[in-house]
């Protein structure tokens, strides 16, 4: 039996000479997190390495069937700390534990083996979670820092949004990221100083960020031109550029326009879970109502990002109460282990909003994913004919050209669909002019967001695409 590894408190005295790290996973979302814990007193640090090396030094640390996103954030962890960078001795180390039925609620157990094996065992490891799992004298989290982080939460979902859909098609490259850059430093600082996270302030900033996004200069000629593409999966690969390969750097750059659904949804699926199991199995009744007053919370920012969004002129997404209601149709709600039935709805919701192209990614032993997202393809297409969707699995030896290969194979068809479309809306054009009748004018909004919603056509790649990838 193996030794029990001991656990190192973070101490108050830690918090006044400690730096801690955390990793990336949403680069927008945790600058602006990042403004939070910096207004507690701590000195933070965002991981936002990419090399090889960080895979290797995983590999080297933990078993090689462990869960690809341990794998990373662990090989980050230990790959930071031999940089030489950092003081080990007045280092601490900030990790997420869900207290789910996911094994990501184990990854914490699995650092501090990894750190012992490293030769860093003084290294404290601080678990941001919940539940009350593991308590730190040093580091503790109050409603207030909880208001400022759900702001710095819808903050990071808005801009993500807006800067998608403008980044897509702006005239000069790198506007739209400028203003990502301004407004999560200006936001970071303001929420470090303890401003901006009611709910008044969130809506004036709002106003102010989607009038500086309306404000890039846009190539118009190019709407309903691009594939419009739509990202899912398992949450840390869904986002973190470290674990999918920089996906949508690679999606931009085939000339698409990319959506990947926020962060506030998926925290609204962790409220409906608690909701819904007091209903499917019984509980306490305050339990039920408890998370009904804290998704009505939620859904709070949820509307006024959904508000600002369209008042600027560009694509709101789905409510998430419609994206539950859509998940209901192919999947039972009890299902929750992974991302459960919310990355079933997701893809639903995504070939609602015009986003037919889905890449669904996830960790290739995560086989509750594989059911909720390649499982769920065919039941998707019941309801939507012309999706086309690729499943790509994510770990250490699974090779970047394969995947992006894969990728391409999809964005094939895509253009194809695209092209369809244009010769049909030509030829119809041209019978309408020559039987003398004017054909109604469709409006385009000002941002590619708002461009009419692509109804595709179907092609027989496209059963190859879902059929031959992984």
Known sequence: ???????????????????????????????????????????????????????????????????????????????ALKSGKYDV?????????????????????LLRKALVKAGFEQVPVISLNPAGLEKNSGFVIDLKTIRRAMAAVAYGDFITALHNQAKAYERKKGTSQALVDKWCAFLSDRLEAGKDASGSAIRFNMKKIAHDFSAIPLDKSLIGKKPKVGIVGEIYVKYAPLANNSLEDFLYSEGCEVNVPGLLGFLLYVFDNNIIDVELYGGKMSKKIANLLLRTYLESYEKMIRKNISDAGFAAPLPHSRVRELGKESVGLGCKMGEGWLLTAEMHALCEEGYDNIICVQPFGCLPNHIVGKGMIRALRRRHPDANIVTVDYDPGATKVNQENRIKLMLSVAREKIEAREKNGAKEAGEEKQSGCTAPSKEVGHNAGVAAQSTGQGSSRQEDVVSNVK
């Open 1 to 79: 039996m193996s030794e029990e590894i001991k656990r190192v408190e973070f101490t108050a005295e830690m918090k006044k000479t400690y730096k801690i790290l955390f990793p990336n996973m949403l680069t927008i979302h945790f600058i602006i997190l990042k403004g939070v814990f910096k207004g507690l007193g701590y000195d933070v640090e965002l991981l936002t390495t990419t090399d090889r090396a960080i895979v290797d030094e995983g590999l080297k640390s933990v078993h090689n069937d462990t869960c690809y996103p341990a794998l990373l954030v662990i090989g980050q962890f230990i790959h």
């Open 89 to 109: 001795n007045k280092t601490a180390l900030l990790l997420t534990q869900t207290g789910g039925g996911c094994r990501a609620s184990n990854y914490i157990h």
